[in-house]
């Protein structure tokens, strides 16, 4: 089934399009599980009826989230459009996943930092921008040397979920911090290159279109790997960026020494980053655009995270 030409046609689609590996991984996995739920029948040879019975099955037998539901729709979706020359139309006894209304958790200023605190470098200077600049994980992981911009105190986000483009604050107390980290690459650089390699991990299509950005220092990543590894895609031997895990396990066990009771994963501190900022008394709008946000209801979440819904309103028990 890996091996099918015609999902090693959609693989080349979206490679076509730049779509990240993670969303190529997810999108080719949940074509498969479609294609095997139909008895692996072509899915030129089935519609809308097929993917409604499916998404029926995800929703009611596999209780999947709303979510889970959605993205397996998306992909089956892009496979009808891209592949296939087809537009669905759902049916309407289509079973979808209700969306909870959920509040995102979130952490006080000294709660995050105190976690912070309990990390080693890099980690701790890694959580220190997903909280200081409102950094998705995926967006940290990517950064470059060359997105650091130290003279106006921004941080560039490019190909940012929905493959947006952004700029963010560079928090004051990080500079130094980043500059030391950014000596550290410079000299993992110099060794790499002093070995006959250098390369850092470039999208296919800007590898041919900057063919010497690949060796140079500004392309290379701020938080990169220990060790070099093939790209997915073009073959080569390169130095990509900190595996997520690592930051995963560093956090588990940062939150775990501190004692805190919440739910944290390393969203949590990018939701924080949005309330403090309103706590601060900063405008909804900045907030949406430092956050990437295309529509500000959902940055007005945050508003009741922070209690604004309840206008200063006092709980009778305290009234005493």
């Known amino acids: ?16 399009m730049h779509y990240s590996i993670q969303t190529e991984k997810t999108y080719l996995l949940w074509i498969k599980r479609f294609i095997l739920f139909n008895n692996k029948r072509h899915p ?4 809308e009826q097929e993917v409604s019975n499916f ?21 089956i979706v892009y496979m009808y459009k891209h592949a296939l020359k087809r537009e669905l139309t ?3 006894d289509t079973v979808r996943a209700k969306l909870p209304s959920r509040v995102p958790c979130v952490l006080s200023n000294s709660e995050a930092l105190a976690i912070i605190e309990q990390m080693n470098p890099p980690h701790n200077l890694m959580f220190s921008l997903l909280y200081g600049s409102g950094l998705r994980k995926a967006e940290l992981l990517r950064l470059r040397i060359k997105d650091i911009d130290f003279d106006n105190s921004s941080v560039y986000v490019f190909r940012g979920k929905g493959g947006k483009d952004r700029v963010t604050l560079l928090p004051t107390s990080l500079v ?7 000596i550290k690459v410079e000299k993992i650089h110099q060794k790499d290159l002093a070995e006959g390699e250098g390369k850092t991990s470039l999208p296919s299509g800007l590898a041919r279109k900057y063919p010497y950005a690949i060796t140079e220092l500004k392309w290379q990543y701020v938080f990169p790997s220990s060790v070099r ?16 895990s690592a930051l995963t396990k560093a956090l588990r066990k940062a939150v775990k020494a501190v004692g805190i009771k919440k739910h944290v994963t390393a969203h949590t501190f990018r939701h924080s980053f949005a309330t403090q900022l309103l706590l601060a008394g900063s405008d909804i709008r900045t907030v ?33």
């Open 176 to 182: 130094e911090l980043l500059k030391a980290q950014i």
């Open 44 to 47: 030129k040879d089935m519609g």
């Open 1 to 16: 089934m890996s091996k099918s030409p015609f999902l090693e046609g959609i693989r080349t689609i979206i490679r076509t």
């Open 229 to 244: 590894c093939q790209h997915p895609t073009d073959g080569y031997y390169c130095r990509h960026h900190i595996h997520w």
């Open 55 to 75: 998404l029926s099955y995800l929703a009611c037998e596999r209780n999947v989230s709303a979510s889970t539901q959605n993205l397996a729709l998306c992909a």
């Open 90 to 92: 759902l049916l309407p």
């Open 288 to 320: 949406q655009e430092l956050m990437g946000h295309s529509d500000i209801r959902t940055t007005q979440i945050y508003t009741h995270v922070i209690g604004q819904h309840s206008s200063g309103t006092l709980s009778p028990i305290d009234r005493k």
